[in-house]
């Protein structure tokens, strides 16, 4: 980093990026973006799943039975995605309300610990690293989630 003298000279500082940052308001402005790109990945894959759930036909859809509410809380080892996607109120009897993606966003940041994300993402910034939203948290995507691509290690 470096700061403009009054005479219009580069004086190299000590200051890190996040630093400089932090003076003029902005350097909590990655973490931001990293942890809403986390949860919008997450309510992503939520909708894919949504989309094939109306894609099945009526039987099918009936078969494997009713799915939990929107609401209901994920126990650890079962699918996050397979509850209902929240929707709004129906206006015609008997179809579905539109999607509530606001919804699903709040819901997904709690279900994956936004706030625990963003201050993981907080002390990568301090620290200078990059903020990579897919790595928070020790998540790795894997070839079973939809719309991700497994990389080698």
């Known amino acids: ?5 009054a005479e219009g000279a580069l004086v190299p500082t000590d200051r890190s990026l996040y630093e400089a940052g932090a003076a003029v308001g902005v350097a909590s402005r990655p973490v931001e973006l990293a942890v809403v790109a986390r949860v919008e990945q997450s309510q992503h894959q939520w909708w ?31 699918d996050p995605y397979a509850r209902a996607y929240p929707r709004q ?5 008997g179809q579905p309300g539109a999607a509530d993606h606001s919804r699903a966003f709040a819901i997904e940041a709690a279900r994956i610990g936004a706030a625990e994300l963003a201050a993981e993402a ?8 990059v ?5 928070l948290a020790g998540h790795r995507p894997t ?3 939809p719309g991700t691509i ?4």
């Open 89 to 93: 109120a129906p206006t015609e009897l």
């Open 48 to 78: 894919c799943r949504e989309e094939a759930w109306w894609q099945l036909d009526r039987d099918e859809r009936r078969s494997r039975g009713p799915r939990a509410s929107a609401d209901q809380a994920v126990l650890p080892g079962l």
């Open 131 to 135: 903020i990579d939203p897919a790595r």
């Open 122 to 129: 907080t002390t990568l910034a301090q620290r200078g690293e």
């Open 1 to 5: 980093m470096a700061e403009i003298t």
């Open 150 to 153: 497994t990389l080698a290690a």
């Open 143 to 145: 070839a079973a989630e």
